[in-house]
């Protein structure tokens, strides 16, 4: 990562509730946004703040989330999701977020990121993947 890349940066990203976002299982009526929707969407505010400071060759893997989701937001509510960098331990990075809708605080919690090598990280999988063949 570029030196750019220190505790407290911060990025705010808007998504809208659209029907993909939300959980169907109770009906119409009841469709909100889905933790697992909100979860990639943490996810992807995090990787794509990283992102803007990787060096060529770099990304980086979510490999932990904690959050609680404490309240509903409704099909067509914009959602805002703040993630700053709490902690950078060598590759691993942790974020606090936090997500609001115009009402309510909707999230609050840790997501925790790895700075991988692109490269060395195809070699693994493909690794991983001739493994898996003899395997089966």
């Known amino acids: ?17 659209d029907t993909d976002r939300t959980i169907g299982f109770m009906g119409e009526d009841c469709r909100v946004y889905g933790t697992p929707e909100m979860i990639r969407d943490i996810e992807w505010t995090c990787r794509d703040l990283m992102f803007e400071h990787a060096d060529p060759g ?13 309240a509903p937001t409704l099909l067509g509510m914009d959602v805002d999701i703040s993630v700053t ?22 999230c609050s919690g840790q997501h925790e990121r790895f ?11 493909a690794d991983k993947a001739s493994r898996a063949a003899q395997a089966a």
């Not at 490999?63 to 609680?68: E, G, Q, S, Y």
């Not at 960098?85 to 909707?106: K, L, Y």
């Open 1 to 17: 990562m570029k030196e750019s890349f220190k505790e407290g940066l911060s990025q705010v990203r808007r998504f809208k509730v």
């Open 58 to 70: 770099e990304d980086s893997v979510g490999v932990k989330v904690a959050i609680a989701h404490s």
């Open 85 to 106: 960098v709490a902690e950078i331990d060598r590759n691993r990075v942790v974020f606090e977020v936090s997500a609001t809708d115009p009402v309510d605080t909707i």
């Open 115 to 125: 700075v991988v090598d692109v490269e060395k990280t195809k070699q693994r999988l």
